[in-house]
């Protein structure tokens, strides 16, 4: 029996600069807070192959498990949640405003 589907985001890295970034409705943002959480199955697929033609832009795109959350998506998944603050070998970028 497959597994249900359960909100995701779509995540990969600037090609250019290598940061973590998140597809919105209209692009891509570093703000796991400003990421479109997707719910259908269906759509997550459109909107995948969409991010995957976007070879000028990004690498290693894949969907990543979140729980849709007022102030914006969580990460589900250790994994993610320090994938969002950012680079981990010394205070910079992200890292600073937390």
Do not use: C
């Amino acid at each position: 029996m497959p597994k249900p589907f359960t909100p995701k985001v779509i995540t990969a890295n600037a090609l250019l600069e290598g940061d973590v970034i998140y597809q919105t409705a209209t692009g891509w943002t570093r703000s796991l807070a400003e990421a479109e959480v997707l719910t259908d199955e269906a759509d997550a697929d459109l909107r995948m192959i969409d991010a995957l033609t976007q070879h000028e832009l990004v690498v290693g795109v894949y969907l990543a498990d979140v729980a849709p959350e007022a102030g914006g998506p969580k990460p589900t998944h250790f994994r993610e949640e320090f994938r969002a603050k950012g680079p981990s070998n010394y205070a910079h970028g992200k890292q600073e405003t937390l």
